[in-house]
T-cell receptor
Framework: NAGVMQNPRHLVRRRGQEARLRCSPM?????VYWYRQLPEEGLKFMVY????????ESGMPKERFSAEFPKEGPSILRIQQVVRGDSAAYFC??????????????FGQGTRLTVV | GNSVTQMEGPVTLSEEAFLTINCTYT??????LFWYVQYPGEGLQLLLK?????DKGSNKGFEATYRKETTSFHLEKGSVQVSDSAVYFC????????????FGRGTSLIVHP
């Protein structure tokens, strides 16, 4: 049973370009969370999605950032017009969701975005 | 809102020393509690969990007990190894409704030979 798959593992973008980060949740998981981790800092929640729905995006910057989790395919975190301050590790986690009796989230290996 | 507070690191120990990393939480209701470990360049891995008061989670020699009266979930290990060097995150989550796992800032553990 494959775990949470994120790609790419490393992504380099020039300022002003777009970054697309992909996350395929564990099989049977319908809930996806995106977190950002800056060097020497903890995990900052960004957005919580179910299939075709954004449940909570309170941690997402209002501009340039968007996320989706379509009916088919992986969840995508999109950052438009990247700036140096967007350089960070972005982690995706998935869980079965409420009602499953399981509360733990499982993480991918992360995408390390570097903006040059 | 919900929050998790961990002791600041880094925690530096010699091999075979006893480890405690403190974690306290604030939550409305009764969450499940977790410890995750992150090795350099990797994602977070679930280390152990406890779902109700007085439960003890354990794995790989690590233990933590869910203390409702002190709202704590301290991580302990009797004898650390160099390979335990990593960042440890305490977290909470709920089983119902729209829940978002909430994490502490992480505590870096460095174990010297």
């Amino acid at each position: 049973n494959a775990g949470v798959m994120q790609n790419p593992r490393h992504l380099v973008r020039r300022r002003g370009q777009e970054a697309r980060l992909r996350c395929s949740p564990m099989k049977g998981h319908s809930h996806v969370y995106w977190y950002r981790q800056l060097p020497e800092e903890g995990l900052k929640f960004m957005v919580y999605l179910q299939k075709e729905n954004i449940i909570d995006e309170s941690g997402m910057p209002k501009e340039r950032f968007s996320a989706e989790f379509p009916k088919e395919g992986p969840s995508i975190l999109r950052i438009q017009q990247v700036v140096r301050g967007d350089s960070a590790a972005y982690f995706c986690a998935s869980s079965p969701g409420p009602g499953s009796g399981r509360t733990e989230a499982f993480f991918g290996q992360g995408t390390r975005l570097t903006v040059v | 809102g919900n929050s998790v507070t961990q002791m600041e690191g880094p925690v530096t120990l010699s091999e075979e020393a006893f480890l405690t990393i403190n974690c306290t939480y604030t939550a409305t209701g009764y969450p499940s509690l977790f410890w995750y470990v992150q090795y350099p360049g990797e994602g977070l891995q679930l280390l152990l969990k406890a779902t109700k008061a007085d439960d003890k989670g354990s794995n790989k020699g690590f233990e933590a007990t869910y203390r409702k009266e002190t709202t704590s979930f301290h991580l302990e290990k009797g004898s650390v190894q160099v390979s335990d060097s990593a960042v440890y995150f305490c977290a909470l989550s709920f089983s119902g409704g729209s829940y978002i796992p909430t994490f502490g800032r992480g505590t870096s553990l460095i174990v010297h030979p």
